[in-house]
């Protein structure tokens, strides 16, 4: 069977962001913007019915809001993800991190590089689904927004910047989607099949002081 067009090119557009290094540090005196700057230039490259529908602004230097106006602006949905990876053990990778090498065939073909899981997967599952939808005119019921960070993995400013700025708004949203879990096997006792879990909450952190 032939691989469907549609789908080989988002797969290529997948690829070309994969290969942009946008590794966040914890002393941003030592991440290299220029990644993330390409990062951008990017994404306005290869989703352009997205960018002449939607408005973008750029947060805290680096992350990226979007507003997909809606016919009401009431009850808004935020979906999120982030552009930033954790940085390279290169003895860790069989296969060049920022490659993005196709490795296997058919249904066993699997891309290899840093943040196709972790998070560029969901971020360009997203802008694929709105790209088709803007592109065929489609207008949301509510707005939608989607907010990218840029230094997630390091608990950066990113996200709490873009949530000050939709508070000062007034934006309230209905429904905010962030990303999840892999589909997984054995992660629930008794449960053969394959798993997808949801995450009802985020992971926080705790001081605990005990005395015995």
Not at 5 to 14: G, S, T, Y
Not at 52 to 74: D, K
Not at 155 to 181: C, T
């Amino acid at each position: 069977m032939e691989p469907d067009p549609a789908a080989v090119a988002a797969l290529d557009r997948f690829r070309a962001l994969l290969r942009l290094p946008t590794v966040s540090r914890a002393d941003e005196a030592l991440t290299d913007w220029a990644p993330f700057e390409a990062f951008r230039a990017e994404v306005e490259r290869l989703y352009p019915a997205t960018h002449r529908t939607l408005e973008r602004e750029i947060i805290a230097g680096h992350s990226l809001l979007y507003r997909w106006p809606g016919s009401s602006s009431a009850a808004p949905t935020v979906l999120m993800a982030h552009i930033d990876v954790v940085p390279v053990v290169d003895a860790e990778w069989t296969h060049p991190p920022f490659g993005a090498q196709i490795v296997g065939e058919g249904d066993d073909a699997a891309v290899h590089a840093r943040g196709a899981i972790d998070d560029k997967g969901s971020l360009v599952a997203i802008l694929e689904a709105i790209e088709q939808l803007a592109g065929e005119g489609f207008t949301p019921v509510h707005d939608v927004y989607l907010a990218f960070g840029h230094n997630e993995e390091t608990a950066g400013n990113g996200a709490r910047a873009i949530v000050a700025e939709l508070q000062a708004r007034g934006v309230r949203p209905a429904l905010v989607l962030d990303e999840g879990g892999a589909v997984v096997d054995g992660a629930v006792p008794g449960v053969a099949a394959p798993t997808a879990m949801i995450g009802l909450a985020e992971r926080g952190v705790m001081t605990v002081q005990l005395t015995a």
